[in-house]
C-alpha cells in the first residue's frame, strides 16, 4: 500500500512552491510567496510544461534536455532552483529545497566564492580579483549555469566562459545571503498583472537573519562591506599602500589621516590630518603620526587584547557580550513577530488599494468614496511602513551585537600568538583608529591612540594587565 502510494505521481500544483527558498544565479535568495508560486505555475501552463491535472508534459523534459526549460518572468534568475522545485515532484532523489523557516538551507558552498572573500580581505581590489579568476580559468556565475543547462536569457551569453568583470566580483561580494541571511521583496511588482519587477529600496526589504547556514562568517562578510566602502586607499609614489589607509582617523575634526613619505627620506613614512589648517582645511593640528611607531603600538595592542582574551576568559567574553545575549534575542524573536504580522497588513493594504481602484474605474464606487478610503489606505501604509523600518533597523543592532560578539571572540583567538602585524589582522580585529595629537607630558611626548574593535567598540583592559603606554618621540 505503502508502495502505491510513493509510486503515483504528485502533480506539479500552486502549492508545491510556496514557501520554498530559490536562490538565483548570484547567490540572492527569495522565499515564494502565493502570488509568486501563481505566476510560476501558470507560466508553465502557458508553455506546456504541465497538463490541466498538474503532469509534467513531454515537452517538459524534451526542453529541459535542450537545456531551454523557460520559467516564469519574476522567478527568472532562479531558474535552476525552481526547475528543482518541480523535479522533486517526480524524482526523490533529488533534494527538496527546505521550507524558509527551518534551519538547514544548505547554500552551495562553493570554493571560489570563498576565495573572493578572502582576496579582498587580504586588499585585492574587485578589478584585480576579476583579472585572478580569469587567468585561473574559473567560469562566470552565468557560465556555470548555462553549463548545467539552464538557459540564461540575453546577458552574458556571447561572453567567453572565464571572463570575470569587476562587477560581477562585486555583485558576490555584496549579496547579503552568504552570511546566512535570506532577503525578500528585493524587487516588487505595481499589480499583479503587470510582469515586469521593480527594484524595491534597501529600507523596505525584509531581511531573516541567520536562516541557513552561513558560507562567509558574518563578520567576514561585513569586513568586506566596509572595506568597499572606504576611501580609495592613496598609494605613494612607489605605488605602496600602508596598511593603516582608510584606518585611521582624526580623534578632533574626524577626518581621515592621509599616507605620506618624507621626500628625502622615503623610509620615513607617516600619516597626518587630511583637514589639517595647514594645508587649506579647518583642523587646528596635524596629527602626525609615524608608521612604524603606529605598527609597534597596534601590534601592543592587540597582543595585550589576546593576552587578555586567554588569560581572563569569561570577563573578556562578558566585556565583549556588554549585555546579555539571551536578553537580546528575546526582545529580537518578539520584534520579528511584529514585523511578520505587520508586513503581512501592509500587502493586504495592497490588495485592497488595488479592488478599490478597479471598483472605482467600473464605476461601482464614487469617487468621493475612492478618494476617501484610499486616503484612508495610504495612512494607515504610511504608518505601518514607518515602523517595520524602526523594527528592522532594532533587530539588525541587536541581531549583529550577539553574533558577531563570538565572531570576534573567535576572531581575537586566533591571533594569539601573533608576532607581526598584518593586513588581514589589521582588516578583521580594527574598525578604525582614533589618533589624538601629541602632547609633551611632564616633559616627554606622548600620542594617544584610541582603538575601535569590529562589532565591539573599544574595549577597557583592566590595568593590571602589562600595558604599553605610546610614546612619541
Ligand atoms: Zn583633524
Known sequence: MADAVADRPRAVTVALFVGKVIQDDKGNEQVIDQDTASAIH??????????????????????????????????????????????????????QPENARS?????????????????????????????????DNVLTPTAYWIAKGVRRPGRGQKQPPTHWSGSSVIHILTAQEYCGDIINFKTYSKSYKLKRRIDNAPENWAIFKDVHTPIIERAVWEKVQEKRGQIRKRKNSQGQVSMFSGLLV??????????????????????????????RGTCTSTHYIRVDFLEQVVLGEIRRLTKFASKYETLFAQ?????????????????????????????????????????????KITDERFARMSQKYEAEQHDLTARIKELKDAINKSGNQSVTADMFISTVRKYTRAKKLTPRMLNELIQYIEVHQAEKVDGVWEQKLTLHYNCVGVIDIPAELPSLIPMFQ
Open 319 to 363: 566585556a565583549v557580550m556588554g549585555c546579555s545575549r539571551q536578553n537580546a534575542e528575546t526582545e529580537r524573536e518578539t520584534m520579528k513577530k511584529e514585523v511578520y504580522a505587520l508586513q503581512a497588513r501592509n500587502r493586504e493594504l495592497d490588495v485592497l488599494f488595488e479592488k478599490l481602484y478597479e471598483d472605482n474605474v467600473a464605476g
Open 42 to 95: 501558470y507560466d508553465m501552463i502557458i508553455n506546456g510544461y504541465i497538463d490541466r491535472k498538474g503532469i509534467l508534459t513531454d515537452k517538459y523534459y524534451e526542453d529541459k534536455a535542450n537545456g531551454e526549460l523557460k520559467v516564469a518572468e519574476e522567478v527568472a534568475d532562479s531558474a535552476a532552483s525552481v526547475i528543482e522545485i518541480v523535479d522533486s515532484v517526480y524524482d526523490a532523489r533529488s533534494t
Open 250 to 279: 582624526c580623534a578632533d575634526c574626524g577626518c581621515n589621516l592621509h599616507y605620506h613619505f618624507n621626500q628625502g627620506n622615503p623610509e620615513i613614512r607617516y600619516f597626518n590630518c587630511s583637514n589639517y589648517k595647514g594645508n
Open 103 to 135: 534551519n538547514n538551507v544548505e547554500l552551495r558552498v562553493d570554493e571560489d566564492k570563498l576565495a573572493i572573500f578572502d582576496m579582498t580581505i587580504s586588499g585585492m581590489g574587485a578589478e584585480q580579483i576579476a583579472t585572478k579568476l580569469e587567468a
